[in-house]
């Protein structure tokens, strides 16, 4: 749930530069709308991540949503996972920073 949940704070209410969430159900989950269903409703910039090899979230729902990223799990001690990890890390870093408000915003 809380991927998922990461996604549904882009919604305006929450007031949010962006949102990051990883492995979340973006579909529709035991007949509540997600994510996908939401999504002209979504105000802040979302960066999600899934594992490319998750079979509990099948690809064609994650494009539903917008694309796929192929990452396990974040865990950087997990051994032949450093290189996706890393990647994983520099797609959050650099989303933070393209959303982070100027000292002339803040």
């Known amino acids: 749930m809380g991927g998922r949940f990461a996604f ?3 919604l305006p209410g929450f007031g949010l530069e962006g949102v990051i969430g990883f492995y979340g159900y973006p579909d529709v989950l035991n007949g509540a709308p997600g994510p996908t269903q939401m999504a002209g ?3 802040a910039p979302v960066l999600a991540l899934w594992g490319g090899g ?3 979230i099948p690809p064609a729902v994650v ?12 865990d950087r001690k997990v051994v032949g996972r450093a290189d996706a990890c890393a990647d994983a890390w ?13 000292s002339e915003e803040a």
């Open 8 to 10: 549904t704070t882009a």
């Open 63 to 74: 494009a539903a949503f917008g694309g796929a990223s192929p990452h396990a799990f974040f």
């Open 54 to 56: 998750d079979e509990s």
């Open 90 to 102: 520099a797609r959050v870093t650099a989303f933070i920073e393209s959303y982070r408000p100027t």
């Open 41 to 43: 409703e979504l105000a």
